[in-house]
């Protein structure tokens, strides 16, 4: 170890207090914190607990679930296919796709690759759909069911479903599935052993963290029913699907800091890799805090800046983070198993060290945050008309009703009501006012309302419900 590593080390002196504190003040179970600089790995660590109703401990070497990081292994795999001349991010997604299509039929068309990886096709998430389907190439070919909110390039909407589609690319262009790819072409070559892509098989090494959210302030594990299943295959992996630890994501920033070279090895030319950290799409993010810069995309990655230096950032679903300040030569990846404002702590209080800046009190900072959400939080104002029944007794409401891009939504009755059954759990509905119910929101999405609507013969014959906040309603159409 050089003398710079040794005065970098030096400067993180104290950080382990600074991230306990913070595991009790924000409720965090554990996390896993990594650091590279100057192309190695500077600091790795594990603290709390990955199952802390087991007492297991969290390691540098702890498997976690990535979610959303998952998005710039992506665009790393389509950068290696450009170099091969295999693939041309401006042209049509059609050229390889045939079946690509989108309601919107100009950007069925015309929407490229790099439309895709940075989020600006026009459709919004959607996150709700293609949930029956069980291929990818299923999901591609019924995209065109889902209504767009704006034109294609004129709006950001982040958007699991199209980097599910790029990955598709992979798929269709290789002829291999892109989790082969990756693990062949990025994970082998990056010495990521350990990583993988599934949830039920990461669980079996013995060392896989237990993810968390709370709800009313109790701490509750996230349970992926269908994921439990050792023989499901996750269809929007590309999207989300990683599992991998501390060390191996270590291995990971190193590359994109080398500008797509890894141990003496190139991975992806430099041409192809500057794209991906380059602006190619105008954010509407913006931070509150004066030491970030403005945000843009870039291609599976984010980027802003922070105290005046640039940053290239993603984040996931779980809470994980990894961001990158190339100048800089830094690299900070956190994977906390509940996401949290400890997240952020962290990382900016360790580029405050390594950049031999004064250390700003984050804490204090994201602690105001948090009382005055709280301080400003509005209670929710009913529109609820008192005093309804529904129009028809609640048999006539029961039968499958049928999107061709939301997949079935069928509605059953027993003794406590109608219910609407989803992975072997029955949400009941609660009467709203005429027609319309409350399905109940579970612990990860608030409550919505559903309207059922009648034919000319007075016959139930389809319901609507906002599942996509950014286009009108989506109507099921009774099909049974």
């Excluded at 990056?190 to 993988?196: H, Q, R």
């Excluded at 804490?363 to 529109?383: F, G, L, Y």
Aim: proline share 4%; charged share 25%; aromatic share 12%.
């Amino acid at each position: 170890m050089g003398n710079n590593s040794k005065d970098d080390l030096l400067r993180l002196e104290g950080l382990d207090q600074l991230i306990e504190r913070g595991l009790k003040e924000w409720k965090v179970p554990g996390l896993s914190v990594s650091v590279v600089k100057d192309g190695e790995l500077l600091f790795s660590n594990g603290y709390g607990f990955r199952d802390p109703e087991k007492g297991l401990k969290m390691d540098a070497d702890t498997l976690y679930r990535i979610a959303s990081n998952t998005k710039a292994f992506v665009s790393l795999s389509l950068a290696i296919l450009v170099d091969e001349g295999r693939l041309d991010l401006d042209k049509p997604v059609r050229n390889y796709i045939p079946y690509f299509r989108l309601k919107d039929s100009y950007a069925s068309e015309n929407v490229t690759p790099r439309d895709l990886l940075c989020h600006r096709t026009g459709l919004p998430a959607h996150d709700g759909a293609l949930h029956d389907f069980k291929t990818r190439k299923e999901m591609v070919e019924n995209l065109q069911y889902l209504d767009s909110s704006y034109l294609m390039r004129t709006k950001l909407q982040y958007n699991n479903l199209m980097y599910m589609t790029a990955g598709h690319l992979v798929d269709c262009i290789t002829g291999q599935k892109w989790e082969s790819f990756v693990q062949e072409r990025i994970f082998n070559v990056l010495e990521m052993g350990k990583s993988n892509f599934s949830y039920f098989k990461s669980r079996l090494t013995g060392n896989y963290a237990e993810c968390f959210y709370l709800k009313d302030e109790e701490l509750k594990q996230y349970k992926p029913h269908k994921e439990m299943d050792p023989e499901y295959i996750y269809p929007r992996s590309p999207a989300g699907g990683i599992n991998s630890t501390a060390n191996e994501m270590a291995n990971w920033m190193i590359l994109q800091l080398n500008k797509g070279e890894f141990k003496g090895k190139r991975v992806v030319s430099e041409k192809a890799f500057a794209e991906m950290h380059s602006p190619q799409m105008i954010d509407n993010w913006n931070s509150p805090y004066e030491e970030h810069g403005e945000s843009s995309c870039g291609l599976g990655w984010f980027i802003w800046a922070y105290r005046g230096e640039k940053l290239v950032v993603h984040g996931g679903f779980f809470g994980s983070q990894v961001y990158l300040m190339p100048k800089r030569n830094i690299g900070i990846a956190v994977m906390p198993t509940l996401g949290s404002s400890l997240t952020d702590i962290i990382l900016f209080n360790i580029f405050d060290r390594l950049l031999g800046l004064n250390q700003i009190d984050w804490t204090a900072r994201k602690i105001k945050e948090r009382e005055e959400a709280k301080k400003n939080q509005q209670p929710a104002v009913s529109d609820q008309i008192k005093g309804t029944s529904p129009s028809q007794a609640l048999e006539a409401y029961c039968g499958e009703f049928l999107h061709q891009g939301y997949g079935k939504f069928i509605i059953k009755l027993d003794e406590k009501g109608l219910f609407f059954e989803d992975e072997g759990q029955n949400h009941y509905l609660r009467h709203y006012h005429y027609d319309t119910f409350e399905l109940p929101g579970d612990d990860w999405d608030a409550s919505c309302k559903v309207t059922f609507h009648t034919d000319a013969k007075g016959v139930i014959s389809s319901v609507s419900a906002p599942f996509e906040p950014a286009v009108k309603d989506i109507v099921f159409t009774r099909s049974v």
